[in-house]
């Protein structure tokens, strides 16, 4: 394995994090689907699927600009989250309470994704890298938009309901 000895090694490792997480999100959000009880949560995650299979898309297109094939690199961070939304699934015996869990878990990944997208702009910004940060940038609104979409369902009557 090659030492990280430059901004454009770290930028292209951050890279190959990324796409290895979006495709394991592109992955999970159809479970998140099937699961959720609520059909507001639902059409949120099916919305997202879609999404995120656009963003494993820019993803391939920055890949092609610093000339190099699509490859992801195991993200420990992500693989976590995920595992540990796959408990809260297992675990919950409540349909509110499941939709009130899946919401926590699937932010805890937005808020993931918006620290990485954010690191990755300012990079290729540092990097001179003008035609990737379009594609980033797009990518971080939709993850900041995902985040309040959760937030909004989970506060106008999810959180209420689990409650209950």
């Keep these: 394995m090659a ?4 901004l454009a090694d770290l930028f ?6 990324m796409y290895y997480a ?12 099937k699961h959720a009880d609520s059909a507001e949560l639902r059409k ?8 995120t299979e656009g963003q494993v898309q820019r993803l391939e297109q920055v890949f092609a600009l610093c000339d190099l094939k699509p490859v992801g690199k195991t993200c420990p961070a992500i693989k976590g989250i995920l595992e540990e939304g796959d408990e809260d699934i297992k675990e919950a015996g409540d349909p509110d309470v499941l939709d009130a869990g899946m919401i926590a878990d699937a932010q805890a990944v937005e808020h993931y994704e918006i ?14 890298m003008k035609e990737a940060v379009p594609l980033l940038q797009q990518t971080l609104d939709q993850e900041y938009n995902a985040d309040q979409t959760l937030t909004k369902i989970a506060e106008s009557s999810l959180n209420r309901q689990a409650a209950a």
Excluded at 3 to 6: E, F, L
Excluded at 22 to 33: D, F, M, N, R, S
Excluded at 115 to 128: H, V
Aim: aromatic share 6%; net charge positive; charged share 30%.
């Design 22 to 33: 979006e495709k394991q999100i592109v992955k999970t959000l159809p479970k998140l689907a």
């Design 115 to 128: 620290a990485r997208y954010g690191t990755m702009i300012a990079w290729a910004e540092q990097l001179g």
């Design 44 to 51: 949120a995650f099916e919305h997202h699927l879609k999404e």
């Design 3 to 6: 030492k990280t000895k430059s």
């Design 12 to 17: 292209v490792n951050l890279l190959k994090d």
